[in-house]
């Protein structure tokens, strides 16, 4: 046991000592650092695209995918890039993903391609993949990025899921092309419209906030008892 | 497309169609920049100079691109043209106005991420507008920026006096903000239709 011990470290010991991998860097991008609810990055397309459920998923996914194949990218030739010139390469491997993007849902499926319209080829400037890119990809070996990298775009698209469910079915009374409610039901158009997109951003960042603070009260509580027993 | 008379599309990208609060478009310094009016303004005005540039140098390289067939390289020449002209107009900034560069400092830089940017440039090639038409847009896309970005900047000032409760506090109360300056532009949809 113990010569399995001493050999160990050494014999995959990166240049860098490196934190186990462990559930958390895959769970960070879906709760505690969410792209989308905490750090408030890569907003334009959130909003913009999320008047159905079909397109929210679409575009979810297509970010998730240039996120992995970037990080991977970018993971592997971290020792190859200047560090000066860093930025214009990794924009450049990014732009190329999204070409690949651009091209493979105009073959599936015509008609998402024309819902989704410019943004499928605006996630170039999406800063999530930017921001992987520079503060993760750069610094960590590939099964790292890729974890991380899985965790963060399924946490961009719950995100992006949440705004669509609640927008379709507000303002259209379907969910993924189903009519949920009956006749009777009056849509709020003003859910699909732009102003509406802001709204339901709005209620659901209030919604996070107060079980944040719901969360957190007790314990202040709790610290506040011991303060003044003290 | 090609034939919409330059009023026409300068009103339609200043306010009908506004980038910011129609399109979503440039969300990022939209919300990050407006907590102050003197960083809001020129952060704006720089915004509009890039556009004003970038779409200029787009226009030509499109032509380039359609010329010899390779349409599928667009994107990267597009974000590569954006990036010189950030810095173009970061370099003359801090010749002519070093106080206005230190203010508004790593901004500057992150204007090559602003969707609205590489937006316009991906908008104008796909309506196929002509030189002036492209030139007029970016005028009037700049413009909508600025004035989204102003008024926003101007509210959340007012705002930073109010008593509001705890749990709406920054992003949630900001992005709501948003959405009331978003209604009251959604007035002017029927202006360009006519």
């Known amino acids: 046991m113990t010569t399995q011990n001493n050999t160990l470290p050494t014999k995959n010991s990166p240049k860098q000592p490196e934190e186990p991998l462990t559930m958390d860097t895959f769970l960070q991008g879906i709760w505690r650092e969410n792209p989308v609810f905490v750090m408030l990055l890569g907003m334009c397309p959130v909003l913009a695209v999320t008047n159905s459920v079909i397109n929210a998923l679409a575009m979810g996914l297509a970010t998730t995918f240039v996120l992995l194949a970037s990080g991977t990218l970018v993971s592997l030739l971290r020792n190859f890039i200047p560090k000066q010139v860093r930025i214009a390469c990794y924009i450049v491997i990014i732009a190329t993903f999204v070409t690949i993007v651009d091209y493979v849902i105009q073959a599936i499926s015509l008609d998402l391609y024309n819902a989704l319209g410019a943004f499928i080829q605006l996630i170039v400037v999406n800063c999530i993949i930017l921001g992987r890119a520079e503060a993760y990809a750069s610094k960590h070996s590939l099964p790292h990025t890729l974890v991380n990298a899985s965790g963060m775009g399924i946490g961009f698209t719950i995100a992006l899921l949440c705004l669509g469910s609640v927008r379709e079915l507000l303002g259209n009374g379907t969910l993924l092309g189903f009519t949920v409610f009956g006749d009777q039901f009056q849509p709020w158009i003003i859910m699909l419209l732009p102003p509406g997109g802001f709204f339901v951003l709005g209620c659901w960042l209030l919604f996070f906030n107060w079980i944040r603070e719901r969360r957190e009260s007790p314990k202040a509580e709790a610290i506040q008892e011991i303060v003044h027993g003290q | ?194």
């Open chain 2, 1 to 194: 497309m090609g034939n919409e008379s330059l009023s026409f599309v300068f009103l339609n990208a200043l306010i009908v169609n506004n980038f910011v609060l129609s399109l979503f478009l440039g969300l990022c310094p939209f919300l990050g920049v407006s907590g102050k009016l003197n960083t809001a303004l020129p952060m704006g005005i720089a915004t509009m100079l890039v556009m004003l540039v970038s779409s200029m140098c787009a226009y030509f390289i499109n032509m380039l691109l359609v010329s010899f067939d390779i349409e599928f390289l667009r994107l990267i020449s597009y974000i590569a043209v954006i990036a010189s002209a950030v810095q173009l107009v970061e370099m003359s900034m801090k010749k002519f106005s070093p106080t206005l560069f230190r203010a508004l400092g790593i901004f500057l830089p992150l204007i090559t991420t602003n969707c609205a940017i590489l937006g316009l440039a991906l908008f104008q090639t796909f309506r196929e507008y002509n030189f002036l038409q492209s030139l007029v847009y970016s005028l009037g896309a700049g413009g909508g920026f600025v004035i989204a970005i102003v008024l926003m900047a101007s509210l959340r000032e007012r705002l930073e006096f109010s008593k509001v409760p705890s749990v709406s506090q920054g992003a949630a109360l900001t992005v709501m903000l948003a959405g009331l300056l978003s209604l009251i532009f959604m007035g002017f949809a029927g202006l360009g239709s006519s």
